[in-house]
């Protein structure tokens, strides 16, 4: 047993909500950094006296706990040499293409792992110190898939969640996986498991049948020790009701307007807004763009298509060629298309204030999300939130998991790109009436299940009252 602190709630992510920034003086300081998660999650560690463990990102060592606007804070510091190894490599170079429908290759390297174990460990630790006898910790996402099981071993005595943020692959992909039993036993340290869809709930549960050989029935799981673990699906959302009064803030509903004027007040505005990542099918949709606009469908004069991809991990290879795929695409794209002030594609290598996104999402007409797979994808519920006109239409891929919820979306497979294509041309001269038939069901199913909702839902679970699902 380690000494346990006095946090009834323990926030277990691989970031902190806060970035370390530069004050004026040139002074180390921290900024917070915007989050559904936390922003969510804020009134309930409020109420529990709770704390949030996760790395500040950079290598600085020696960083003490520290409150923060009313937070506690804990910093788990990483070395430049497992940043390399836990964070880029078995985080984001192993888990994160395997997990994804192998849309990238997956590397696996023996080094990565270890270093994976041991900050699995580290967070585990701090943890076991945080939290008071008899707390709740919930641990995030897949770079922290061991923690429940090296928690459970300090800390017998926690209440211990975990939640899923990406998808849970088929069984036949996790199967690639050279430590794939230590992962499932490293999640099974946990009494809840959450997961964004019921299917990959399913996947976790044959994979532990199947590979760990424990008794399962339905969404649960019994352990030699006779311990029930729980695997269900919580879809993750947003604080839609802050996203829509910003939205309708005086100084958003200016800067739409002058968005739309700045861009040549063309008759349709497209908008595209990712991470700079593989997954999110970034190429493929400007490619289907293109080709509307070769093919005379679109008129470049009257027509523009915004994509705003904001940098992400981009020491890893993968990342750093996607780039260079999207700036020579985009480059194509406007040398082939473009006119003078037309251009084909309004290209934004950045990330912006929720203000500015809040004003694209007004200003734009026909929202493209087409990831080739996406755990849930919080922007679709981000432009649907701030639609109160119940206007605009969404084209949405049918691999993301928000896909599942937002049925009244356009809907399209990223893979078949004449498809896409004539969903784009539909979507875009779609009926008023047809618009805002759709917008108003998926405002419906956005405001009525809000990040709070998925919150209480998982912890409500995780506190025992867990009811037998129908
Ligand atoms: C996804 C993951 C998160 C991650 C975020 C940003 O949403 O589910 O765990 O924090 O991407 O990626 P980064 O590597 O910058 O933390």
Redesign the pocket.
């Known amino acids: 047993m380690t000494t346990s602190g006095s946090a009834d709630l323990v926030i277990v992510?691989?970031?902190l909500p806060v970035d370390r920034v530069r004050d004026a003086e040139g002074n180390p300081a921290w900024r917070r950094s915007p989050g559904g998660l936390v922003s969510a999650l804020e009134p309930v560690l409020r109420r529990n006296d709770g704390a949030w463990i996760g790395w500040p990102g950079g290598d600085e060592a020696g960083l003490e706990p520290f409150t923060e606007d009313g937070l506690r804070l804990v910093p788990v510091a990483l070395s430049a040499q497992e940043i390399e190894e836990f964070?880029e490599g078995f985080?984001?170079g192993t888990l994160w293409p395997l997990y994804h429908d192998l849309v990238a290759k997956p590397e696996f390297h023996r080094e990565w792992w270890d270093a994976y174990v041991a900050v699995n460990q580290r967070f585990a630790m701090a943890a076991a110190e945080t939290a008071a006898k008899n707390a709740t910790v919930w641990v995030?996402?897949?770079?922290l898939q061991l923690v429940p099981q090296m928690l459970r071993e300090l800390r017998p005595d926690l209440k211990i969640g975990f939640y899923l943020?990406?998808p849970f692959p088929p069984t036949e992909l996790f199967q690639q996986l050279p430590w794939r039993r230590q992962i499932l036993e490293g999640l099974l340290g946990a009494d809840l498991i959450g997961f964004q869809l019921a299917g990959g709930a399913a996947n976790f549960v044959r994979l532990v049948r199947q590979r760990v050989g424990h008794r399962t029935h339905r969404d649960t799981i019994e352990l030699p020790d006779g311990r029930l673990v729980r695997a269900r699906n919580y879809p993750i959302s947003i604080d839609a009701a802050a996203y829509e009064e910003l939205a309708r803030s005086e100084g958003v509903a200016k800067r739409a307007v002058e968005i739309r004027a700045q861009l040549g007040d063309p008759e349709t505005v497209f908008l595209g807004v990712d991470?700079l990542d593989y997954t999110k099918g970034i190429r493929a949709r400007l490619r289907a763009y293109g080709e509307l606009i070769e093919e005379g469908v679109i008129d470049v004069g009257k027509s523009v298509f915004v994509q705003v991809a904001t940098p992400?991990?981009e020491r890893v290879e993968q990342y750093r060629l996607l780039r260079d795929e999207i700036d020579r695409l985009v480059g194509r794209l406007n040398g082939d298309l473009a006119r003078i002030g037309r251009p084909a594609v309004s290209y934004l290598h950045s990330s912006y204030p929720k203000e500015e996104m809040a004003a694209l999402y007004r200003a734009a007409d026909v929202m493209v999300v087409t990831p080739y797979r996406d755990?849930m994808n919080l922007v679709a519920k981000e432009y649907v939130a701030c639609r109160f006109d119940d206007d605009g239409a969404l084209v949405l891929s049918e691999f993301a998991g928000a896909a599942h919820e937002l049925r009244q979306a356009w809907q399209v497979n990223p893979y078949d790109l004449n498809g896409m294509k004539a969903t784009l041309v539909e979507a875009s001269r779609a009926d008023p009436k047809e618009r805002t038939r759709r917008m108003r069901a998926l405002r419906k199913q956005v405001l009525e299940n809000d990040v709070a909702h998925w919150a209480d839902s998982f912890l409500t679970d995780l506190a025992g009252d867990v009811k037998p699902k129908r």
Not at 140 to 143: F, I
């Open positions: 992510a691989n970031r964070y985080s984001n995030q996402d897949y770079q943020h990406i991470r992400s991990r755990g």
